[in-house]
T-cell receptor, first 114, second 114 residues
Framework: EAGVVQSPRYKIIEKKQPVAFWCNPI?????LYWYLQNLGQGPELLIR????????DSQLPKDRFSAERLKGVDSTLKIQPAELGDSAVYLC????????????FGPGTRLTVL | AQSVTQPDIHITVSEGASLELRCNYS??????LFWYVQSPGQGLQLLLKYFSGDTLVQGIKGFEAEFKRSQSSFNLRKPSVHWSDAAEYFC????????????FGKGTLLTVNP
């Protein structure tokens, strides 16, 4: 069974440029998460989807970050415009959706903003 | 609000020695508790989890963890460390209810000396 797929794995951009990250969860997983992981820190939740609905986006900086999961399967996270402080690893995870279910993580996208 | 404290930022052990990584959590009810491992450039992999029942939980790769409610702790142990165990380890607590979320500690980096 394929795991959580993320692309690209690495991205280097100039500040003020837009950037997008893509995630394809494990087949059949209804719940999808985007996390931000700064260097030397644990992952921090940005947004949680139940199917196509964003049920928790309280930690998403909505002035520059947006996300979508139009058909309730794959998802895209966008930053526009990117700032130097956005340099981090962006992780995607998915679960079958029940409380306490194991979250399966993708390899992440490492973003460097110059 | 829930929180996780991993008191040790970096631990160094010799190969073959025993290991204990500390984790303390704060949560009002019975928590869901997890330990994840992250190798460089990789996503997080679940080692083990506790929901209820037996407070000593066995995981993959020879790891175990013990839930101690009185101490709000969920320490990870391994009797004999292998060089391949060098990685970053994250403890996480999951809340219950409709707004289920996972909160991670800052991680403990494990170095294994030959």
């Amino acid at each position: 069974e394929a795991g959580v797929v993320q692309s690209p794995r690495y991205k280097i951009i100039e500040k003020k440029q837009p950037v997008a990250f893509w995630c394809n969860p494990i087949s059949g997983h209804n719940t999808l998460y985007w996390y931000l992981q700064n260097l030397g820190q644990g992952p921090e939740l940005l947004i949680r989807y139940e199917n196509e609905e964003a049920v928790d986006d309280s930690q998403l900086p909505k002035d520059r970050f947006s996300a979508e999961r139009l058909k309730g399967v794959d998802s895209t996270l966008k930053i526009q415009p990117a700032e130097l402080g956005d340099s981090a690893v962006y992780l995607c995870a998915s679960t079958a959706g029940d409380e306490g279910d194991t979250q399966y993580f993708g390899p992440g996208t490492r973003l460097t903003v110059l | 609000a829930q929180s996780v404290t991993q008191p040790d930022i970096h631990i160094t052990v010799s190969e073959g020695a025993s290991l204990e990584l500390r984790c303390n959590y704060s949560y009002g009810a019975t928590p869901y508790l997890f330990w994840y491992v992250q190798s460089p450039g990789q996503g997080l992999q679940l080692l083990l989890k506790y929901f209820s029942g037996d407070t000593l939980v066995q995981g993959i790769k020879g790891f175990e963890a013990e839930f101690k409610r009185s101490q709000s702790s969920f320490n990870l142990r391994k009797p004999s460390v292998h060089w391949s165990d060098a990685a970053e380890y994250f403890c996480a607590v999951g809340s219950g209810g409709s707004n289920y979320k996972l909160t991670f500690g800052k991680g403990t980096l494990l170095t294994v000396n030959p």
